[in-house]
């Protein structure tokens, strides 16, 4: 799923008339079909073209949304050097563009604390989703998978400082709000094992060993929602929740995922 701004009017890039603009929704599109087939190595030559592009047009809202997806790359493939590089350059290309308290604003920061959690760098990472949060929850009509996305990642970075409370609650907000979204249903399931975690961390795994066989399961049913689309991402969730699964008991469960997944990368 590619970084994806709503197209704003003015800023700093369209007064200084760049010499034209990057194809954003091809790049995204390819990028998604790099992902289908778990090319990594494409992803970044396909993203670093695109930013040269950008560079030469001077299309700062171009550059400002494959430096997101550049962060959200660096950030799957483990590269703590390059998601950090590429989040400060989109932080400064928001001050360019004078984006300020627009959804750009709020999705990049979504975007750079969730690389921060992923690197362990917590403290800045919920700071960035606290700025966020002001910025999605004072604008009406944010979508509501980027709510829900926000309080989902959110919940996280509170998890890892011990926040458990906050995260809980939290996570009550991304089930809510997904609800509402295009097959929010995936997100859910990521929400369900999620929550699991925090209550192992906070309960003990025999302690809340109820609750977590009741969320392992809820997440079960979600994956098995027969409208969502058999696509990459689902292949991509399928993927990403099997470890969990295992790591519960739900050994099956699991394999059967894994194999989901693989047949779906296979289909391209």
Known sequence: MGWNPENIAGGIGAANGPKGSVPQQRIREKVDDYMSRRDYDGVE???KYWLEEARMLGDLRGQLMIRNELV????KVGNREGAFESADDAI???GELEYGGSISAGTTYVNIATAY???Q????????????????????????ELLGGLYNNMALTCAALGKFDEAE???????????????????????????????????????GES??????????????TPSVPR??????????????????????????????????????
Request: charged share 30%; with cysteine; net charge negative.
């Open 45 to 47: 030559r396909h993203l």
């Open 72 to 75: 959200g790359h660096y950030r």
């Open 92 to 94: 400064r290309l928001l």
């Open 117 to 119: 959690n992923a690197f």
């Open 121 to 144: 760098e917590n403290e800045k990472s919920l700071e960035l989703f606290e700025k966020a949060r002001a910025v999605y929850e004072a604008i009406d009509g944010t979508p509501p």
């Open 169 to 207: 609650a939290l996570y009550d907000k991304a089930m809510e709000r997904m609800a509402y979204a295009p097959n929010g249903v995936l997100e859910q399931a990521i929400t369900c094992l999620n929550r699991a975690n925090v209550i192992e961390m906070r309960d003990g795994i025999e302690a």
């Open 211 to 224: 609750r977590i066989n009741e969320l392992v399961e809820e997440a079960q049913m979600l994956l098995d």
């Open 231 to 268: 696509d990459g991402y689902y292949a991509f969730v399928c993927e990403k929740c099997a470890p969990s699964f295992e790591y519960y008991g739900y050994f099956l469960v699991a394999e059967d995922l894994k194999e989901r997944s693989k047949k779906l990368y296979e289909r391209g």
